[in-house]
């Protein structure tokens, strides 16, 4: 797993992104559904690159950040 940002989404459930792959983001309606579709999301934004020539950025930071709109 990535550093992964999670914050409320306006409409309810989660948004999900990860600032190490600029463009990969998902969204779930439970935090686990949110968690789970990352890490779909993260593995199929990571062998596209490698499909397509491109480096893959490192992310040495296991966490997930949330964000709790004021």
Known sequence: MRQV????AEEG????????????Y????TWEETLANIQ????LFIEDM???????PEDHLDRV?????A
Do not use: D, R, T
Not at 5 to 8: D, L, R
Not at 40 to 43: S, Y
Not at 65 to 69: D, L, P, S, W
């Open 50 to 56: 490698i499909e397509n020539g491109e480096s893959v």
């Open 13 to 24: 459930g989660f948004w999900a992104s990860v600032p190490s792959l600029p463009g990969c």
């Open 65 to 69: 950040i949330v964000v709790v709109a």
């Open 5 to 8: 940002v999670i914050s409320p």
């Open 26 to 29: 998902s969204q779930g309606e």
């Open 40 to 43: 779909e999301a993260i593995e």
